[in-house]
């Protein structure tokens, strides 16, 4: 069973920084582009950013709002994806997931949509 | 910038009704869309990929359709269990993905 438990979420200051943590597990993570999602209080869903497999290159994507503030990183010994948010501003505050999902090619994931969700961490910016 | 546009925000329905979703890409999108539904205080749950391709589990009463611009979700008799919000979300705008703003689907 593929699951995906967000960790480090809490109140923070604007300007201030904290990183999230996404254990994955039921699935090869070194083979999985992975996604973070967003979603502010009573509104929609918002796509922040991907990394990709190593073997893809590692490489990241981000959402315009958090480009130059927002870091994605993996540790794939840990089967764990990080996002160090900084600089933050009152409107970073949401519900954080991270997702994954097809289309599935040679036991890989693209991430282009999303089959699997953590169950999402709230961050919150306010002074 | 791609913009993703879902109607109407608010659909009021009674069990066993049909419901018909719309979403409208502010440019073509191929069949790259997927629909999503979303409970209060759960993640989003995967529905529909490839426009008209059911995800793993989903029962046959939701369907997609469309390409291009113009894409629908039908469900063709509700649940008490569908009652929920929406969401639409193009992956065809390399590489920035993005969601509608959703459809809440109320019991009338």
């Known amino acids: 069973e593929v699951q995906l438990v967000e960790s480090g979420g809490g109140s923070v200051n604007p300007g201030g920084s904290l990183r999230l943590s996404c254990a994955a597990s039921?699935?090869?993570?070194?083979?999985?582009?992975m996604s973070w999602v967003r979603q502010a209080p009573g509104k929609g869903l918002e796509w922040v950013g991907r990394?990709?497999?190593?073997?893809?290159?590692?490489?990241?994507d981000y959402a315009a709002p958090v480009n130059g503030r927002f870091t994605f990183s993996r540790d794939d010994s840990k089967n764990t994806l990080y996002l160090q948010m900084n600089s933050l501003k009152t409107e970073d505050t949401a519900v954080y997931y991270c997702?994954?999902?097809?289309?599935?090619?040679?036991?890989?994931?693209?991430?282009?949509?999303?089959?699997?969700w953590g169950q999402g961490i709230l961050v919150t910016v306010s002074s | 910038e791609m913009v993703m546009t879902q109607s109407p925000a608010t659909l009021s329905l009674s069990p066993g009704e049909r419901a018909t979703l719309s979403c409208r890409a502010s440019?073509?999108?191929?069949?790259?869309l997927a629909w999503y539904q979303q409970k209060p205080g759960q993640a989003p749950r995967l529905l529909i990929y490839?426009?008209?391709i059911r995800a793993t589990g989903i029962p046959a009463r939701f369907s997609g359709s469309g390409s291009g611009t113009e894409f629908t979700l039908t469900i063709s008799i509700l649940q008490s269990e569908d009652f929920a919000v929406y969401y639409c979300?193009?992956?065809?705008?390399?590489?920035?993905?993005?969601f509608g703003q959703g459809t809440k689907v109320e019991i009338k």
């Open positions: 990394i990709k497999s190593k073997s893809d290159g590692g490489t990241t």
């Open positions: 490839g426009a008209s």
């Open positions: 440019q073509s999108v191929s069949s790259n």
């Open positions: 997702a994954t999902g097809g289309p599935e090619q040679t036991s890989s994931w693209y991430s282009w949509y999303f089959e699997h």
């Open positions: 039921g699935f090869t993570f070194t083979n999985a582009w």
């Open positions: 979300q193009q992956y065809n705008n390399w590489p920035r993905w993005t």
